[in-house]
């Protein structure tokens, strides 16, 4: 069994994908982000960046002692459950193709991934005021990693050929382009890719999963302390959850 801590955001949708995919069995430990629940004693354990997705691996298998495994970060989870199942992703012997697959996993935690939340960050939560760099800064830099995924996939279906975890990282932040604000229509290729993969069953239940409309635009950087007023006293044991 995997407990897997998840809140309904492209980042949770990865690892969602993931475990639908493969079918593995697990329990959802749904967090309230906005209520601080990543700041909690046992989720820092667990995950010490303060940030959802992790999991924690009650039965990790061959190769790992009698204790239950935690990772936290979706790269690395993905990585992890394709080890685990040997589903999803070159095997680690094949060292170009596993070359490939580190490339484009870390393109999208440091690439994609992030400036993506920046955009959803100045477009949806910050105050008026202070838009404007910042929006235009991280559209075009969201604009820019859809342009790399459009020549990357030039005479691909998915990014490593077949479709794998680097797909499963890489469409949550495609399919939400329209409400990030960025159309898809000058990168044809990625969207027929986000199609392809938007129709799949188990993308399909990953993207429905506890939809609670959290963190969807109902908070703003000057009214939720804890998601947008963070800084290193925010991992301090006992902490008030409010940040103040
Ligand atoms: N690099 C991390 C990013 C995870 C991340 O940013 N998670 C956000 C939600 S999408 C979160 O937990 N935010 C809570 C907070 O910032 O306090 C990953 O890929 O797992």
Redesign the pocket.
């Known amino acids: 069994m995997i407990d897997f801590y998840y ?1 309904p ?4 949708w ?1 690892v969602a994908i993931m475990l639908e995919e493969t079918g593995l069995d697990y329990r959802l430990m749904l ?1 309230r ?1 906005s209520e601080g629940d ?1 700041f909690t004693p046992e989720f820092l354990a667990i995950s010490p ?5 992790a999991i924690v691996d009650h039965a990790p298998g061959s190769g790992w002692g009698d204790e239950p495994v935690s990772v ?4 690395a ?1 993905l990585l992890y459950l394709a080890d685990k199942t040997g589903q999803f992703a070159p095997p680690p012997g094949d060292l170009s193709a596993r070359k490939a697959l580190m490339e484009w996993l870390f393109w999208q ?1 440091g690439n994609q ?2 400036m993506g ?1 920046q955009l959803s960050h100045f477009r949806n939560y910050a105050p008026e005021d202070q838009r404007a760099y910042g929006l235009n800064r991280y559209l075009g830099e969201y604009d820019r990693n859809l342009g790399v995924l459009e020549n990357r996939l030039e005479r691909r279906e998915y990014i490593l050929g077949d479709y794998s975890i680097a797909d499963m990282l890489a469409f949550p932040w495609a399919f939400i382009a329209k409400p990030l604000g960025a159309s898809l229509a000058e990168f044809p290729r990625v969207a027929d890719w986000r199609a392809r993969i938007k129709e799949r069953p188990a993308v399909q239940r990953a993207i429905d999963l506890e939809k609670s409309g959290q ?1 969807r635009g109902q908070h703003r950087a000057d009214n939720n302390r ?2 947008f007023n ?1 800084s290193a006293a925010s991992l301090r044991p006992g902490k008030k959850r409010d940040g103040v």
Request: proline fraction near 11%.
């Open positions: 809140a955001t492209p980042n949770g990865k967090m982000l990543q960046n303060a940030k959802m997705p936290f970060e979706s790269g989870i935690v991934g992030p939340g963190n804890v998601l963070q």
